[in-house]
């Protein structure tokens, strides 16, 4: 009987795959051109860039890590979705009029123009980086639920899928990204729908029961109040959302590109409305899927393996509960829903990085005059490069204990002092370059402090970071911006 359950959803995952390949292929004709590949020609309405947005906002990160850390504890993460409200105002105030007035694909283009290259080609390592390790996650999350089905080594599983993606990427270009990003948008919200339906269903007392437990357990908890900033208390959550949040809108090139992806201004302000705002409820979604799990395996302890009780293997919990409780080809639905999820961040994510290699390296400081052809080859080649470092660092995550904890930790550390930079040319007309470098170098110095400080055993402990790591990128930014003002001696005009 369970052969035929696994076959019935493997044959449901397999038809996805397809489907999400014809797709790009069948796109493909649309990014033959650098416009094309990068800015989707600058055509597509709000509704599908908007779909696009919320896409690369839900990955298997939100889909697999934030019903983990439900489980293994409470809502504490769900204070990083408060944050988003005004962070979408902001964007749609301030963020997308200035993209849209750029003739430039590039984030990063204008922090040359405002404090020389230096700075852009700072921010663009930065960015790298991020998307580096967030490819790493998201592929390492959406191996575990097809490692469970298939029964195959997770290393194998995250080859594979890596491989797939980056075909994927390389083919379609932007277009096909966005499109795609759609589709696996509303499957994978459907997905997480039916997950939380099921995971109700599956207990005698219902969603009651779920409550009844959750508040036993204090699931719903947001977490401590208290003035700590050495715990990830409500304010320290706050904090890291907020920026994290304004960082995405403010000058993360995947979503930089779907702004000028929108054909029209009034479309692009629409599409940033429709990702920002419906991801607040979706994360409550997610995070209630984690504390059904909870009551659920409260009920039925016996159908958890002793190894998945330990709190350190809750990534585990949700894909092992997809495989072996869920009804035959659902469980293949919901992992196509991963699969899409992860799909349209690591595709969105090869795409940004070969654009910005392409824009900021390339075409700046190796050929200058690099024509159409030249271009596009590079962009193919760096998306395959880039693919494969992705993948190496999704086969590094295997090791990790959260790999929720390891992203968060992870885009603080590389996101150090991107968003300061943009603030300080945003908001001051006199910074000149010297005092961005000012403030750069005091938010890296910052940034290594609290990062190897806890860490590096030789370090002297009363010279350690007190702090916790959510606080690196909102201490980074803070310093760039404050430093940098300081030694421009600025003030707002």
Partial sequence: MRAHVVSLDLAVLAVYFVATMALGVGLSRRSRSVDGFTAAGRSLPGWLTGLSILGTYISSITFLALPARAYAGNWNTFVFSLSIPLATWIAVRWFVPFYRRSTHVSAYHHLEARFGPWARAYASLCYLLTQLARMGTVMYLMALPISALLGWDIRAVILVTGISVTIYALTGGLVAVIYADALQTIVLMGGALLAAVLAVAALPGGVGEVFRVAAEHGKFSLGSLGPSLGQPTVWVVLLYGLIINLQNFGIDQN????????????????????????????????????????????????????????????????????????????????????????MSTVSTSLNSSATIILSDYYRRYVNREATERQSIRFLRVTTMVWGVAGTGVALAMIRVRSALDAWWTLAGIFGGGMLGLFLLGFLSRRATGRAALGGVGAGVLLTLWMTLSPRWAAFPEAWRSPFHEFLIIVFGTTAVLAVGWMLSGSRRQ
């Fill in 255 to 342: 979503y930089v590109q779907r702004y000028i992806a929108s054909r029209t201004d009034a479309e692009a302000r629409k599409s940033v409305w429709l990702g920002g705002l419906t991801y607040f409820p979706l994360s409550a979604l997610f995070l209630f899927i984690g504390t059904a799990l909870f009551a659920y395996y409260a009920a039925n302890p016996g159908a958890l393996p002793g190894e998945l009780r330990d709190p350190g293997r809750a990534d585990w919990v949700f894909p092992w509960y997809i495989v072996t409780a869920m009804p035959p080809g659902v469980g293949g639905l919901l992992i196509a829903a991963i699969f899409a999820a992860a």
